[in-house]
């Protein structure tokens, strides 16, 4: 299926010829040839038809998904806190914290 250049953007849809009705298998906008092609080529054996797209398919929807923001500082804080609460009981249970600020417990 060739459509001309000034044609585009155009809706491709696919449809399973059954009897005396079409079934309905697929639909793309296409805004080049090589979309086109690759649209026919997926649904080799079935019927083709192109349209002109209406003004609501052309829109694109934007993304109200709400963004999940996360603290990164959480994970490498909670980390240098565990280092230095083992430095500080390994300090103690060798004896190198007493020795070097003189406590004597």
Known sequence: MTIQPQEFPVVIQAYQPSGSEDLFVAEQV????SEADMFTSRHTGLLIKARK???SELQTVPNYAP???RSRGIGAGFIIILLLIALIITG???GWIQRNLDITI
Do not use: G, K
Request: hydrophobic content about 30%.
């Open 30 to 33: 296409v805004y080049n040839q």
């Open 67 to 69: 963004v999940r923001t």
């Open 53 to 55: 797209p209406n003004s």
């Open 92 to 94: 103690f249970a060798t």
